[in-house]
């Protein structure tokens, strides 16, 4: 923010969150600049939900949807304000007709004040966490119109309104335009991360190496020397049943549970597992140990089903959770490390989309995970393919992660300007005036 200037003077806001405003502002209530809308519509002629509202950038997201029953209704200019969640910033400055569905304030500003203005103080980061900080409600929390509505709001002239908004939309538009550009980038990492999976684990590491008919179809040729076979031949599953809830009578124990598996590539010992209960056949059969993969069994989507992690130490005390499958490769046949590279692959994965069955959770049954058909070199081969995938693997994660960090401090800064320009504290009013032009 150093190349921006301040404004010439400044005064007292009187608020101490807000600090000083230039002199000719003046500081209202939310609710003396603009109105609640109340009024319900039926028409479901264009509904719009909350999940179609990106967080803290105000971009809607288009998406054919069908919502239950009506709404509130909206015109262009209004602001759609997501009440549930505040801190997930899903605040839509309407261009069309239609109806709010679900956890909304429709909020209509009144003239001369700026839509676009008041817009960009309410995805402000400072209105965000007042806003946040006044929900009711412990598991649903919302923010009420009450709070909103008193909220002191920094108001300039609106030709001031209308410079401000300009700039902003300016520069935030060249900020967008740069996250979405690392997002793509981060696709294409991704992308090229899970084709030299999928390549190692069923073509190997040797370009020259002799090729044979796999006998499935869409594996197609394998290398001579590897099997195709499922697998119930090269590991032991193990579903679990272990909850979360402490049961009397049994062992306390430490369990590893979905989330752990489904975050982490790897289960390590840096893991803040969750204390529970087991009974003694549980922990005979689903303490994990060195070279075991744990596998997400059920998922809300069948694309998003199987995703593995390995136990990579030996883990005291700790077991394997509900809604989560143990794979313990059999000894001479499996080597944890490949395998838990193999079943990222897009063959894999396809087949665990296929079988997954359900209507809003989908799942995989013990006979699913142990018939998938598994392409598999001699162990000293697996090895071989895990290592080489762990360090090609590593190169590309490093890469996503540092793309990630820039979108991060991108979003940081577009979040800071919005601030520095809705409360005066740096002076964009040329340089809105330009960007009009």
Known sequence: MSAYKPYPAYKDSGVEWLGEVPEGWVVLPMKRISRLCTERSESRSFQVGLEQIESWSGRFIEGDVDFEGGGIAFQPGDILFGKLRPYLAKVWLADRTGEAVGDFHVIRVQPPNVPEFVHRILLSRD?????????????????????????????????????????????????????????????????????????????????????????????????????VFPMKRLAKTQLSNVDKHMTDGERAVKLCNYVDVYKNERITPDISFMPSTASDDQIKRLSIRRGDVIITKDSETPDDIGVPSLVAENLEGVVCGYHLALLRPLDEKGVGEYLAKLLKSAYVRAQFSASAVGMTRYGLSKYDIENVLLPVPPPAEQTAIAAFLDRETAKINALIAKTEKAIELAQERRSALISAAVTGKIDVRDLGLHARV
């Open 127 to 227: 209105v965000i966490s007042l806003i946040d900080g006044s929900t009711y409600g412990a598991k649903m929390p919302r923010a009420s119109w009450e709070f909103i509505g008193a909220l002191p709001t920094p108001v300039p002239q609106s030709d001031e309104q209308t410079a401000i908004a300009a700039y902003l939309d300016h520069e935030t538009a060249k900020i967008d335009a740069l996250i979405a550009a690392l997002r793509r980038l981060i696709d294409l990492l991704r992308e090229k991360r899970s084709a030299l999976i999928s390549h190692a684990v069923t073509k190997g590491l040797n370009p020259d190496a002799p090729m044979k008919d796999s006998g499935v179809e869409w594996l197609g040729e394998v290398p001579e020397g590897w099997e």
